[in-house]
């Protein structure tokens, strides 16, 4: 979403899709004169799209026939996104099952689209078995990660049927073969004239890997805590994108930062007001319904995911006592809130001040490599990691904040390597945890009657 | 190590080898593929100049005693005894434990890094970045923090549990990395400079992209460290095993070139270094395992604050009676064999470090090719860099890892127990019940039951 920022900042702002792209073509040739003559020059520039080449559907064309230029691209970035707001609004609607293989599918496209600049920049389309070494890694990788999450959330089905059982006890080591099998045919496949170029690739692959797959199963692991950690988080990421832009529009004067310079200060600012007003009340919504609240779980009988459960306590609500000083701006004594809207003030906040840095990034990585946007994906709006590129500090640091002050350990995990150990520590464990229990009182004096 | 077999496999008395400045046979190939590969290179990669080649680093003092033979002796003469002196200084640490293990293994990481660090340097010219070095050392010390913060937690629980900052530090241990991280993530988008967006994005991915080798393997090998010193000490022998042998081999049988990117290595020295090896390891686990001192893991002792390797050795370090089967009985004349069980996993081992461990040489190989350099760096005489002796390693130390997480250890007790002291009551009562009907039906439980009540 930086393409949207970046037309705010200013009354006088040639704010024409043409005289944009233009002015970013423009912007690329200032800097592009001074760049070449420091930077090596074994990276020709990736063919720039023309301002006008957007795969707008021909009927969104016909419609929009009558409206001068700018009015038409406001237009088309509008429907657009509306189109996408709702569509996110859709795969909500259906289930857990349905938004993971949405990550997945936007995972490899945003794959796709790294890699793809990769090759034009190095005109590497020539270099032998690459293509498929780069997808073999995706699968690879994906493979690990996927396994390692199956076998946490999954264990009672995998522990059922007899090759998942082996495939999940020896996961990591296949998934390490798997790897080096992949390694070994890169070494293999080095040839004369191209050293530096496979090596370029190979760390290229890696860095999106990186970059891309962890974060999307950092997703899917929020998602896992419960959907409503997965919806805040974007929604909070996109609804900063629209304010600032809205508010640098309307208000911006002092450019933010020389790597964007259509951003604004003022756009910064009161994107992040009101991001945090909107993540606030978006919690307290969502925070009311079992749907989004609770944890995903596999229903063994159904082999289906369900979401049922008896809220925690942070999704309850409570009474807070105002500090004195709010007390008597606001007279309210007290306010009952969900806890997890004070989450949600965090989240915000990040989501405000340091999510824009991933689009400086990527800004920086495309004026890098004198590319406009990563791909023509969506009309009027890029490549799909254009509009992701926000969101995967976002994901990261929700799966950190998750893990350090909301989440202990996943007791399923922990009974699955309980009954991994030896008896001799099965039974050490049993009884520390024993006298544990009956210290907290949560056992009768007595011994339990198991047999 | 995969200089020491570049020499194996030719006629040695090749008239580029009497040139004293290169002590590699290496530098012949990289001249010949100069020449060749100018035109192409010319286009491809005509930005990256080459990195000057540093001078020969031999001291002083083994040049005056090795001042009258002939060059080429002498070289093999500095080779060897760096070699020796290499092996000494294993053994040495080796006896000085667990401690000194792991410094060294956190200096070692460190050179690496800064070896293939300045290497980005050289190539891209970007010692003017502003920022840049700052910022490579800066990650560096995120992610060592981060590793070694989970390394102390998981080891070092009772410590940590009662030092209240520690204890701090280490459950916000995720979220302090992060933020770390985060900011240089930040200072690295600020310093992003109009004329070197290019440059200073290829050098954020090499950091990166180092990082994820150099460190990430030196974590695996000090985790192997604690689950015993044999778990270190076994696998890097085989891999210096197996470059001796196969550059021995090579010498004196070579004669079918094994792959284009090292024309100096021959299916004979490769064959031969993987059945020398095989035995190597065999031998060299069977004189291990009878002392507890290599065998145990390594534990912290919380009454004297230091480490200690005690404990009753685990069956694999057990003799055990093995009936050979009929074939190998009939050859060797013994009904039955006593051995080691890790003396069969030693096979494993042994067998992954000559097959597979040279792929990590020929990466290394390739990698120093295509940006044309002769050594990573001039550390060691003789030798190169400290890079150049552990390229092999590091595949070695992930497969050892992965292979004592498949193979060999269940989860650590005390860390399940920790985990368990961390859930809520309601979900241990319900584990509690789970391992009660689980241990009842083993017919663990019901004597004690009784003994409790």
């Not at chain 2, 992060?178 to 050098?203: D, E, N, P, T």
């Not at chain 2, 954020?204 to 992209?209: Q, S």
Request: overall charge neutral; glycine content about 8%; aromatic content about 16%.
């Amino acid at each position: 979403m930086t393409g949207l920022r970046k037309r705010g900042g200013g009354t006088e702002n040639i704010s024409d899709k043409e005289a944009d792209g233009d002015d970013r073509l423009g912007l690329q040739g200032d800097t592009e004169g001074e760049c070449d003559g420091d930077s090596k020059a074994d990276t020709p520039d990736v063919p720039l799209s023309t301002a006008d080449s957007y795969n707008t559907p021909q009927y969104l064309n016909k419609a929009l026939a009558g409206l001068p230029p700018r009015w038409k691209n406001y237009w088309i970035r509008g429907v657009l996104s509306v189109a996408m707001i709702s569509g996110f609004f859709l795969i909500i609607y259906m289930g857990p099952v349905t938004l993971i293989l949405v990550v997945m599918t936007v995972q490899i496209k945003c794959f796709q689209e790294i890699i793809t600049i990769g090759y034009r920049v190095y005109h590497s389309y020539e270099l032998p078995w690459f293509r498929t070494l780069s997808w073999y890694f995706l699968i690879c990788v994906n493979y690990f990660f996927y396994g390692e999450t199956v076998a946490d959330y999954f264990g009672a089905l995998v522990q059922r049927e007899e090759p998942l059982q082996f495939l999940s006890r020896y996961h990591r080591f296949i998934s390490f073969a798997l790897y080096l099998a992949g390694f070994c045919m890169f070494v293999l496949s080095l040839v004369k004239k191209h050293y530096r170029l496979q090596f370029y690739m190979f760390a290229w692959t890696h860095v999106t890997l990186l970059i891309v797959v962890t974060q999307s199963h950092l997703v899917i692991q929020n998602l896992f805590e419960g959907m409503i950690w997965f919806i805040v988080p974007i929604s909070i990421v996109i609804c900063n994108d629209i304010m600032a832009y809205l508010f640098g529009f309307f208000f911006g004067r002092t450019p933010l930062i020389k790597l964007s310079p259509k951003k604004t200060w003022e756009g910064f600012i009161g994107g992040f007001f009101a991001t945090v007003v909107f993540g606030f009340i978006l919690a307290y919504l969502l925070s009311q319904f079992q749907y989004f609240v609770c944890p995903v779980g596999l229903n063994s009988e159904t082999n289906g995911f369900t979401v049922e459960c008896e809220p925690s306590d942070m999704f309850v609500m409570q009474e807070y006592t105002l500090p004195a000083v709010v007390q008597n701006i606001v007279t309210w004594k007290t306010v009952t809130m969900y806890p997890f809207q004070i989450h949600s003030v965090f989240l915000s906040s990040f989501g405000s001040l340091i999510g824009p840095f991933g689009g400086f990034f990527a800004s920086g990585f495309k004026r890098a490599f004198k590319i406009k946007d990563f791909a023509d994906t969506i009309p009027g709006h890029g490549g799909i990691m254009d509009r992701f590129d926000c969101q995967y500090l976002m994901a990261t640091f929700t799966h950190v904040y998750i893990a350090s002050f909301i989440r202990g350990p996943n007791p399923s995990k922990v009974l699955q390597q309980l009954l991994m150990l030896q008896p001799e520590q099965q039974l050490g464990i049993f009884h520390t945890l024993h006298s544990h229990l009956r210290a907290r009182g949560m056992l009768p004096p007595a011994a339990a009657p198991a047999e | 190590m995969a200089e020491l077999r570049h020499r194996g496999g030719k006629d040695t008395d090749s008239p580029l080898q009497q040139q004293p400045s290169e002590d590699k046979g290496s530098d012949s190939e990289l001249k010949v593929e100069k020449d060749a590969s100018s035109d192409s290179e010319a286009k491809v990669d005509s930005g990256v100049p080459e990195v000057p080649v540093p001078a020969d680093d031999t001291p002083e003092v083994l040049n005056k005693a090795l001042s009258g033979l002939s060059s080429r002796w002498r070289n093999w003469w500095v080779r060897g005894i760096l070699t020796l002196a290499m092996i000494s200084f294993f053994f040495l640490i080796i006896y000085l434990g667990p401690m000194v293990l792991m410094m060294i293994v956190l200096i070692v990481q460190i050179k690496c890094f800064q070896e293939i660090i300045t290497i980005g340097y050289s190539v891209y010219h970007s010692y003017h970045l502003p920022w840049f070095r700052t910022l490579s050392w800066y990650f560096l010390l995120c992610v060592n923090y981060f590793f070694y913060g989970e390394t102390v937690t998981d080891s070092f629980f009772t410590l940590v549990q009662r030092e209240e900052p520690l204890r701090i530090l280490s459950k916000y241990h995720r979220f302090i990395s992060f933020a770390l991280y985060l900011m240089g993530f930040c200072m690295f988008v600020l310093s992003l400079v109009k004329k070197h967006y290019r440059l200073q994005f290829y050098m954020f991915g090499w950091t990166h992209v180092t990082l994820l080798i150099v460190v990430t393997q030196s974590h695996l090998i000090i985790h192997n460290l604690f689950e015993g010193m044999i778990w270190f000490i076994v696998p890097i022998s085989c891999v210096i095993c197996n470059d001796i042998m196969a550059y021995m081999f090579g010498f004196f049988f070579g004669r079918t070139p094994l792959i284009k990117l090292s024309p100096k290595k021959t299916w004979e020295g490769f064959i031969g270094g993987l059945f020398s090896t095989i035995v190597f390891g065999i031998m060299f686990s069977y004189l291990l395992a009878g002392y507890r001192y290599f065998v145990c893991p390594v534990e912290f002792n919380n009454d004297s604050n230091s480490f200690q390797v005690y404990c009753e050795p685990s069956e694999l370090f057990q003799l055990q009676v093995y009936t050979l089967p009929a074939i190998l009985e009939s050859f060797t004349g013994w009904s039955t064999v006593r051995l080691y069980p890790f003396q069969i996993h030693s096979i494993a081992l042994s067998s992954f470090a000559s097959i597979v461990g040279p792929f990590g040489g020929f990466f290394a190989s390739g990698f120093k090719r295509a940006f044309k350099i002769k050594d990573f760096a001039n550390t060691i005489p003789g030798h190169g860099g400290i890079m150049d002796r552990f390229d092999c390693q590091y595949l070695m130390a992930t497969f050892v890892n992965v292979y004592i997480a498949s193979f060999i250890r269940g989860p650590n007790p005390s860390k399940v127990i920790q985990q368990l002291l961390a859930l809520r009551v309601d979900q241990q009562l319900y584990i509690f019940n789970s391992l009660k009907a689980h241990l009842t039906e083993k017919g663990l439980l019901a004597a004690l039951e009784d003994a409790v009540a």
